[in-house]
């Protein structure tokens, strides 16, 4: 359970990462806890994807025990990927997000459990500086680039238009 203290610096957090998004022009709204939402989230929106769809992102403070991890803060990076999972397509998308994880340099995409297909990225910031603007913007723009990369590949196999072995040869060719 995170003490009142623990919420508030990461409130505070969020909302210096807010202005570096800000300053990049990206919109974004700050979400306060509540009883709807157990943590603070930070939401930004970036560039739609190809097919001209909205697209998020979501950072929130991963709550840790603050007796027992003092030195660092985990900053969960989570986007939903903007289409559904094609009925029957589980096993098959499964199958290719295991490969794809294989090749990302940061972060994994899953699978929750309300069948939504997601990236997540959780970055490590020690406890004791804050957000520096060029590294936080880069690791962003890595996490875009991901998306962008492999998710039309995803969709493809989702929406049952393709094979997952045929994207994996294809990506391995």
Do not use: W
């Not at 289409?83 to 994994?108: C, D, K, M, Q, Y």
């Amino acid at each position: 359970m995170l003490t009142e203290l623990a919420h508030g610096r990461h409130l505070a957090q969020l909302g210096q990462l807010k202005e570096i998004l800000d300053e990049a022009e990206l919109a974004t709204n700050l979400l306060e806890k509540s009883e709807a939402i157990p943590l603070h989230v930070l939401m930004a929106a970036f560039q739609e994807d190809q097919k001209g769809r909205d697209r998020f992102l979501h950072f929130s403070f991963l709550p840790l025990n603050d007796e027992d991890i003092t030195a660092i803060q985990l900053l969960q990076i989570y986007s939903t990927l903007p289409f559904h999972l094609g009925t029957g397509a589980r096993a098959e998308v499964s199958s290719l997000l295991l490969e794809i994880n294989t090749r990302l340099p940061i972060g994994h995409f899953g699978i929750n459990e309300d069948g939504e297909i997601h990236y997540r990225y959780v970055y490590t910031l020690s406890a004791s500086r804050s957000f520096e603007s060029d590294e936080t913007l880069e690791i962003i723009t890595l996490f875009v680039y991901m998306c962008d990369m492999f998710a039309p590949y995803i969709e493809q196999v989702a929406a049952g238009e393709l094979q997952a072995e045929q994207v994996i040869q294809a990506l391995r060719g």
